[in-house]
């Protein structure tokens, strides 16, 4: 368990109900407002009436807060996907992700033919694209899945990287697993059975496919990196 950042001005906030893609009703301290979600998934399973979320004020100029975390098996779940990119960019930095050591960030938002990607890393002289995907669909208590609806733009993300790759390049898809005391990821595909398919496809050429396992921890205010090489389940 390795601490990665501390967010020391977290409200706690309790949902009332989502109202948007992108806006989500929560009570901080008795006021109802209206809180940002940085995470387009529909996160059902955590966006529930009544349950216990924590949020940050928000610099945005329709809502006051930014939904960040929701409470789940003694921790909290992180949705913010702009923290869950903080958070990976940090554990790179620090040598903290075994499959990643000595590795250095050279761009963010690295343009791949058609599409924009998270990160282009130096490894031991190899170029390598990333692609970052958050995963806080919860299965069977162990398993944390994405997507948990379709995803065009995943399933254009994964082909570029099959193309490039294929073309002697190299690229890694890594999941952000940031749910408590789960074991593995694996695809959902229920939810996009293309996207499945495409990622054995990429993994059969050689695209990296892998997972951290990063928390909130309300009471310490930490992000919490878990498991740096998650197991990944194809």
Known sequence: MY???RLPHTDVCNIVRRENRFVVR??????????????TGRLRELLI?????YCIRSTGVKTNYRLIAVEDNNLAALIDTKI???????????????WLRNCVIVKRAPRLNK??????????????YVEIKSAVMRYNRVYAMYPDCPSLRGRRHIRELITHVENGGYGVIVFIAALPHIKYFKPNRNADAVIATLLQNAHKVGVLIKAINIVYDPESQHILLLNDDLPVIL
């Not at 929560?26 to 995470?39: C, D, M």
């Not at 599409?115 to 390598?128: A, F, P, Q, R, W």
């Open 3 to 5: 601490p990665v950042i």
């Open 84 to 98: 869950q990119e903080d958070t990976f960019k940090i554990l790179v930095r620090n040598n903290k992700i075994s």
């Open 115 to 128: 599409s924009v990607l998270d990160y282009l890393l130096e490894c031991n002289g190899k170029t390598i």
């Open 26 to 39: 929560v009570l901080v301290r008795g006021s109802e407002e209206r809180a940002y979600i940085t995470n």
């Open 49 to 53: 009436s009544g349950k216990k979320g």
